[in-house]
């Protein structure tokens, strides 16, 4: 993906596109990993990390999956989670809600935050402050945030739920302790899945964005033509009644397309102009993988950890751009069907 920055955001503003009017997402800068074998300044410990997220948000919902996959969520003082309201604003990702004349009683509250001597921040925008003070870019989610070295490990969430399938293993239930989602004693699923992440990341997970945020035809047409050609790719590969993309098991390809499909009814067919077809109407065999992820799998991995308020809001409210009046639309009825439907 490119590097390029396309504009300048000292303010965590909201400008998306640049001037050719596509969207374009920054490059991750924190890129450290906790390592079971304390090969890095990170080691595993107790009481020392912490996962803050946007419950709105795709990609954090994938750290949040896969931190209660592997009964991360069990163990106190592990790697507690903070979440901020789902209003994203011009000073960024907040943990209190904003108070101006216009923003005033938009968003659904998160969490806050709770971690020890960081009580009184309000906007994640600080916590990247501590951990670089020149940091000029746009301050994401996820992050995990080491509160030992007051820094952040890592804000790039295909790394952060590749470090979670192995780095905690010492403290969690013996029963989740060899789950994996790239196993690396399976080399050639490992291929799949990345086979699989290569295109499922720029045509679905980011290419709803790229529709959304566009602000020229051409870009627009140009990102929702193969966002649903590569649906169209899924749906084929899911017809032949498979439970999982790969490997007939449950796999980080799963978990990474379904934090897309499962705001896509409710948010991406609106909000983002993805209105080609449903997933509802136009995809049973998508729909019925997402229906069984979200109702069966993982204890209540995918169901506990999707709040479609804060989903809907969030999208809704945050883009001025897109939606002047941040009215939230009340449907669709049913933000996902049961899956008997
Ligand atoms: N590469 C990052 C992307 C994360 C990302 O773009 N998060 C968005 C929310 S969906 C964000 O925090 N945006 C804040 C902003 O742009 O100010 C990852 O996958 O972790």
Redesign the pocket.
Known sequence: MSTQTTHKHTD?STKWSSNDGRFR?QE?SFRNFITKDGNSDFKPELNRYHLIC?MA???AHRSMIVRKLKGIDKVKGLLPLHTVDSL?GPE??TFVPYDSEELKGLGIPGTGIKIPGHEDKKRIRELYLTANPDYKD?????IIWDNKLNTVVN????EIIRMLNTCFDDFIDPKYRNLTFYPEDDKSLQKEIDGLNEWIYPCINNGVYKSGFATKQDAYEESVKPLFEHLDKVEKILSDGRDYLAGGRLTEADIRLFTTIIRFDPVYVGHFKCNIKTIRDGYPHIHKWARQLYWKEGDGAFKDTTDFESIKAHYYQSHPQINPTRIVPAGPHLYILPLDK
């Open positions: 965590g997402r991750s946007a948000c795709p990609w994203l960024g990702w746009r301050c994401t989610v996820p804000n790039e969430s295909s």
